[in-house]
């Protein structure tokens, strides 16, 4: 049995399409349309201006391999939303939006200068390969069913999401934390910090609108674990 999934590959809340009067998904509409490409605009120009400060740290200091990573783990998690499928309907509430935007553009904030170095710089983007080869798998078990709000894109309970119900959170915290421990100080701590409790509230939030779907009961059922395998 499948999940419905969201854009992170995490079960979206329960939605029904809206259809036509001859049983056809209903046409968007025009303010939804302006919406949808205001959203993409801005997230490619977000993601331009970081890529831009980061390119220009890691020419300053060559070594740093961890930044040039840092920015193919962003244009994986927002470059390719700019191409996802328009999802029949999506949560614009309030609170879906502060923490999906929160989430994942909290890398506006990352302290990219040199940080402490906890582990060498192999170490960190060993770390961040990881993370990224496994938001390839989870993205690759999508396909184009992902963007950068919860929406109803489909069911996913193939590839990554026959071991964990969350595996793309799982890809983008090793690549975190992969940068994390090579560019260490309190300003990333807390970006970090703020930027997992955001996505454990999502998670959180996401199954208890699940839980009353006997579907998706089964499916926890079969897959135990949210993230991390024997811890959450």
Wanted: charged share 15%; glycine share 8%.
């Amino acid at each position: 049995m499948g999940t419905i999934i969201d854009q992170e590959g995490t079960p979206a809340a329960q939605q029904e399409p809206c259809l036509s009067e001859v049983g056809a998904p209903a046409s968007p509409r025009v303010g939804d349309v302006l919406l949808e490409v205001m959203s993409r605009v801005c997230a490619a120009l977000m993601l331009s201006i970081f890529s831009y400060m980061a390119i220009l740290h890691w020419r300053a200091d060559p070594g740093r391999i961890t930044l040039l990573l840092l920015v193919v783990t962003e244009c994986f998690t927002v470059g390719l939303s700019l191409f996802a499928r328009v999802p029949v309907r999506r949560d614009w509430s309030p609170f879906a939006w502060f923490c999906s935007m929160g989430a994942t553009y909290y890398f506006l904030a990352v302290q990219l200068a040199p940080g402490v170095r906890l582990v060498p710089e192999s170490v960190g983007g060993a770390l961040q390969v990881a993370g990224i080869c496994w938001q390839i798998f989870a993205k690759a078990s999508l396909r184009r069913s992902f963007g950068l709000l919860p929406a109803n894109r489909g069911v996913i309970s193939t590839g990554a999401y026959r071991f964990i119900r969350h595996p793309m959170y799982l890809g983008y915290f090793i690549a975190d934390m992969g940068f994390l421990l090579t560019t260490f100080g309190l300003q990333n701590v807390l970006v970090y910090g703020f930027q997992f409790a955001l996505q454990g509230v999502r998670i959180m939030r996401e199954e208890q609108l699940l839980s009353s779907d006997e579907s998706y009961r089964r499916y926890k059922g079969k897959v135990r674990f949210r993230i991390i395998p024997r811890v959450f």
